[in-house]
Nanobody, 113 residues
Framework: QVQLVQSGGGLVQPGGSLRLSCAAS????????MGWYRQAPGKNREEVAQ???????RYLDSVKGRFAISRDNAKTTLYLQMNDLQPGDTGVYSC???????WGQGTQVTVSS
């Protein structure tokens, strides 16, 4: 069993930046694909970014060039660096391990002036 604990998030103005962190309780973290998902009010949850143990990553088209997913296996932590945030990025962001097998608690990101 892997527990994921998130930190980061909050309120930011358009054009601002935030970094989300997701700390895993087990070194097994390094063996799993890890991802960030978000759910906006009234919308379905969508995958924002995914990172595989071999270093590959993929992004939702709307965040390409603005968001960056990374992991630090020594710290068993997943990150999402979010730059040039826009109101459309508002939502609850959750990290997940192994495509939904494990979930973080979710954190609110609000982009508003």
């Amino acid at each position: 069993q892997v527990q994921l604990v998130q930190s980061g998030g909050g309120l930011v103005q358009p054009g601002g930046s935030l970094r989300l962190s997701c700390a895993a309780s087990s070194s097994a973290f390094s063996n799993y694909p890890m991802g960030w998902y978000r759910q906006a009010p009234g919308k379905n949850r969508e995958e924002v970014a995914q990172h595989w143990p071999d270093g590959r990553s993929r992004y939702l088209d709307s965040v390409k060039g603005r968001f960056a997913i990374s992991r630090d296996n020594a710290k068993t932590t997943l990150y999402l660096q979010m730059n040039d945030l826009q109101p459309g990025d508002t939502g609850v962001y959750s990290c997940s391990g192994d495509f939904g097998r494990y979930w973080g608690q979710g954190t609110q990101v609000t982009v508003s002036s």
